[in-house]
Nanobody, 123 residues
């Protein structure tokens, strides 16, 4: 079993940066592909970024390429998402998850989720 706790969200203006953290406990996350998803009001949870367990391969949704960076620290059992040049369209609750299958872009592949952290971007 893996417990995940996100932090680092907040209210910022367009163009600002935020760094989200996801602390894992209960079991090491070293063998899982880890991902970030987000869910805006009235919308489905969508893929943001993922990173393989060795950290050698990263994947991003098109909207995050060039602005978001996903990093993991296996020694500290922690996942990060650095978000730069934030836009109002990035407003959502951001969730981290641990994937239990290979379809890293599919929320149904994630067996463990955190409670989410709110990111709000004003124009």
């Amino acid at each position: 079993q893996v417990q995940l706790v996100e932090s680092g969200g907040g209210l910022v203006q367009a163009g600002a940066s935020l760094r989200l953290s996801c602390a894992a406990s209960g079991r090491t996350i070293i063998s899982y592909t880890m991902g970030w998803f987000r869910q805006a009001p009235g919308k489905e949870r969508e893929f943001v970024a993922a990173i393989t367990w060795r950290g050698g391969t990263t994947y991003y949704a098109d909207f995050g390429k060039g602005r978001f960076t996903i990093v993991r620290d296996n020694a500290k059992n922690t996942l990060f998402l650095q978000m730069n040049s934030l836009e109002p369209g990035d407003t959502a609750v951001y969730y981290c998850g641990a994937a239990t299958s290979s379809r890293y872009y599919d929320r149904l592949s994630y067996g463990f989720w955190g409670q989410g952290t709110q990111v709000s971007v004003s124009s």
